[in-house]
């Protein structure tokens, strides 16, 4: 199948490396959204492609020989290329922030420069990956992904028995700071608020999490969330 259109972003704020870079990947997969959250956030042009799914692109030759995983999102810099949403989420922020540098050395703070703060971002970051995804994916499937007919009550349940916990654990970290790494946006809330995004998108009732709540209204009132933040799923 021929790759879609490309659509494309301008860079949201003046200055700065004016290069396109190249994005494959489908809007409605939460680790494209992740890439482009973060580079509207960041003011980065890109030029994004549709790919997987219904799209395909995926599995030819050309593609798998970019990224052998036949996944999406798939970023190119010029010759360089890197797959794994979280890992261009950082990349992207790094090579902002080395950008933008100033003499004494501070960069912004979607990449903290100190690293113990770094690694805190860091880590919630990977906790997203390898916990709150894998704990609310299944709801998204089920009522997403599988015929109305096909959908197993179950499921969801688990699911949300899985999830709630931890979003209840996100609104008790929020409930002792503003966002994710401390007093201001880094990295670490990129991943989340596309996180937030699917489940609050869902279907289904949910507790009330004011902290929580507070967080994500903030990123919903920043222009930058924009044809991300306020799509539907499917």
């Known amino acids: 199948m021929a790759p879609a259109p490309a659509t494309s972003c301008a860079s949201l704020s003046p200055g700065g ?5 190249k994005l494959w990947g489908r809007i409605s997969s939460i680790n494209v959204r992740k890439v482009v959250l973060c580079a509207q956030v960041l003011g980065v042009p890109f030029e994004r492609i549709d790919a997987g799914l219904s799209h395909g692109v995926v599995d030819t030759p050309d593609y798998r020989a970019k990224n052998p995983n036949g996944l999406v999102p798939l970023l190119e810099d010029g010759d360089f290329t890197l797959w794994e949403s979280n890992a261009i989420v950082r990349y992207l922020c790094a090579r902002q922030a080395e950008a933008a540098a100033s003499p004494d050395g501070t960069a912004p703070n979607w990449y903290p420069a100190d690293l113990q703060h770094r690694a ?3 880590r919630w970051m990977d906790w997203q990956q390898t916990t709150l995804n894998p704990a609310g994916s299944p709801a998204f499937k089920q009522w997403f992904r599988t015929p109305a007919a096909q959908r197993d009550p179950a499921v969801i349940a688990a699911s949300v028995a899985a ?3 931890l979003f209840a654990q996100l609104n008790d970290h929020l409930a002792h700071q503003p966002f994710m ?5 880094t990295m670490a809330d990129i991943p989340i ?6 489940w609050w998108g869902l ?3 949910r507790p009330a999490w004011p902290h929580l709540e507070r967080w994500y209204a903030h990123w919903l009132s920043q222009p930058a969330s924009r044809g991300v933040l306020d799509l539907p799923l499917s």
């Open 120 to 122: 805190d971002a860091e």
């Open 163 to 165: 999830a709630e916990p």
């Open 17 to 21: 490396d004016r290069t396109p870079l």
């Open 193 to 198: 608020a596309c996180e937030v995004h699917r």
């Open 181 to 185: 790494a401390g007093a201001a946006l």
């Open 203 to 205: 279907p289904q009732p």
